[in-house]
């Protein structure tokens, strides 16, 4: 998985809302397989954004950019609610892999 693709989709997640790990690597063409270092990843990189990265129910990982807690008091000051430990889904960014092109407009 390139780096540079997995910059631009980490930055690319909008305050307040959060993408997978999984999310994170099938919209920068990573294999699936490869959502598990992930945050290893991100930790090291220091990508802006990384911490709206969650595992795929919602919560924060134990060990997310090594402060969980950390992590957990940025998204709450942008505005992503929380119930019962889990982000909302509903501001859940998924990607858009393989979706076909949009049909070119008439000439």
Not at 9 to 37: F, L, T
Request: charged letters at 30%; zero cysteines; hydrophobic letters at 40%.
């Amino acid at each position: 998985m390139d780096s540079e693709a997995l910059r631009e989709i980490v930055e690319s997640i909008p305050p307040g809302n959060w993408m997978s790990y999984a999310d994170v690597v099938a919209a920068a063409g990573g294999e699936p397989r490869q959502a598990i270092g992930l945050n290893q990843r991100l930790t090291r990189a220091g990508f802006a954004g990384a911490h709206r990265v969650l595992k795929v129910d919602g919560t924060i990982a134990p060990t997310a950019l090594g402060d969980p807690e950390k992590v957990r008091r940025k998204l709450k000051r942008e505005g992503l609610r929380f119930e019962n430990g889990k982000a909302s889904q509903e501001a859940r960014v998924r990607p858009d892999v393989g979706a076909p092109d949009p049909e070119p407009a008439a000439a």
